[in-house]
């Protein structure tokens, strides 16, 4: 590695260098499609995500650096206030805002975690509205001044819809989680009560609304099966499904089953 990179923390999925105001990465089947999603979403307005520079000398993306502070999971308290959460979600709407009008060229190639799941998943919706973010971990967005300010890491960015895109928003940040793994924080917080929060700072339409818990709870149901068919097909997600994420798939699905009645009630 050249003296001028700095390794940043990646999660162990994909090698990430700082280089001056850049940041390089591995060039991937679907890098082309992100950097011309990205292209899009800095024409149309939204600038809180890097910008997409092209390709270096070793065959690595380039993207701009994004300056600001990544929180690390579990989320720390002064990211769990309700002010935060309104904060992402406006951002997150801005960002589906500029990317309605992007239409994915013939060739598109959308990134996954890997594996194939044995099991039938639940669709999540009829048809795809636009492409959106669909990662939105701790680790994914950058705060400034105590708030977030801006989305890296696009990988798992795919065509979904509006609904499905705030529901992975929600699983990390109301969130849509068992007690017992959530940050302390938030292990007795008013789940329902940030849902709704998170909604109204939205400004979902009623039938989007009533989209959002079927949704969730197919989406936790999902994540079981897609976990365990990415754990069976890489080392990585192997030692994190070893490690812990088995259990907490599996009690996210629980809770958030059990819960959907209540969820239902407070969004209607």
């Known amino acids: 590695m050249a003296d001028d990179e ?3 923390a990646t999660g162990g999925v994909t090698h990430v260098v700082r280089v001056g ?14 950097q011309s999603y990205l292209g899009h979403l800095h024409e149309h ?3 809180a995500a890097p910008l997409p520079l092209g390709v270096d000398d070793r065959g690595r993306e380039v993207l701009s650096y994004v300056p600001g502070h990544v929180p690390l999971d579990p989320l720390p308290d002064d990211t769990t206030t309700d002010e935060v959460l309104v904060a992402l979600v406006r951002l997150v709407r801005r960002l589906h805002d500029a990317a309605q009008s992007w239409v994915p060229p013939s060739d598109a190639v959308f990134g996954g975690i890997p594996g194939r799941s044995a099991s039938p998943l639940e669709p999540l919706f009829d048809r795809p509205e636009l492409v959106a973010h669909q990662d939105y971990c701790p680790g994914n967005v950058v705060f400034r001044e105590g708030l977030p300010a801006a989305l890296i890491d696009f990988d798992l960015a795919r065509p979904t819809t509006r609904v499905a895109d705030l529901v992975n928003l929600l699983h990390w940040w109301a969130p849509l989680q068992h007690p017992v793994d959530r940050a302390p924080a938030l292990a007795e917080v008013d789940v329902a009560a940030r849902v709704r929060v998170a909604v109204d700072a939205y400004g ?11 949704v969730a709870v197919a989406r936790a149901r999902n994540s079981v099966h897609t976990m365990r068919a990415a754990a069976e097909a890489d080392p990585v997600f192997r030692a994190w499904w070893e490690s812990g994420t088995a259990e907490k798939v599996t009690r996210t699905r629980d809770w958030v089953t059990a819960q959907s009645p209540r969820l239902a009630a407070t969004l209607a």
């Open 204 to 214: 979902l339409t009623p039938d989007q609304r009533a989209q959002v818990v079927p």
């Open 45 to 47: 307005g939204f600038d």
């Open 6 to 8: 700095v390794v940043l």
């Open 21 to 34: 105001p850049t940041v390089r990465r591995p060039w991937r089947p679907f890098t082309a499609t992100i």
